[in-house]
DNA sequence: ACGCGGATGGCCT
DNA sequence: GGCCATCCGCGTA
């Protein structure tokens, strides 16, 4: 019996709670040909509008427009002229919340990842960041304002669940406002 | 084991 | 024009 995606309901929350949720399940690209996935095993969560360091401060612009979509949106956004990363939607239709998969350890089409990917060295550096992951899963603006909740190539399905004392909790990285709020989430 | 800087391009002011 | 929710390689220990 195949696994079935998480369901919108499941993004109809806080983003932290979804982004200490989403620890432990998968996420998964099917292109058709090739299966490649990873256990999400870090996280970051964007608040909304009112949280500096999110995208959506900044309203919606063309490039943050699907961030304020339904819940269970994919948000990928273009980074350093160079990287992808993947959100997922939480909250409201409209509110502007998200969460940035941000390292996975890799499940299926770890060949495949290795090709996508070749200077990664080991395993373990296949998707061990946000730009990373996309690369190693072929996620790109194809998938901007996709549903992970089934009916695209691109989603989350539950996975092994990640016990509270097996999370650690940090400040995010790589912003420059609201740099000691404490919204990354990682597992042990 | 760190720290630093170049790559590279779209978007907002 | 400047700023990025990054990655990689090269330098110094």
Redesign the pocket.
């Known amino acids: 019996m195949p696994t079935t995606p998480l369901p919108a309901a499941f993004y109809l929350r806080d983003a932290e709670q979804v982004a200490r949720d989403l620890l432990g399940c998968v996420l998964q690209h099917d292109d058709g040909t090739h299966v490649v996935s990873g256990r999400i095993i870090e996280t ?1 969560a ?1 608040l909304g509008p009112h949280d500096p ?4 401060a ?2 919606r ?4 427009w699907h ?1 304020f979509g339904p819940p269970g949106t994919a ?1 990928v ?7 992808w ?1 993947v ?1 997922a939607v939480t909250g409201d239709d409209g509110y502007g919340s ?3 998969i ?1 390292a996975l350890a890799p499940l299926k089409g770890v060949d495949i990842m290795r090709a996508r ?1 070749p ?2 060295r080991t395993d373990a ?1 296949l998707c ?8 190693a899963l072929g996620i790109t603006r194809q998938h901007d304002g996709t549903a992970l909740t089934g009916g695209s190539s691109l989603t989350i399905r539950s996975g092994t669940p990640v016990a509270d004392h097996g999370v650690i909790v940090g400040p ?6 609201a740099v000691d709020w404490p919204l990354r989430f990682r597992v042990r």
Request: glycine share 12%; with cysteine.
């Open positions: 970051e964007y360091a999110s995208h959506s900044a309203g612009t063309a490039r943050t961030m948000y956004y273009f980074i350093y002229g160079m990287h990363c959100n998200a969460v940035l941000r990917r200077k990664a550096t061990d960041g946000p730009g990373k992951l996309c690369a995010r990285v790589g912003i420059s406002k």
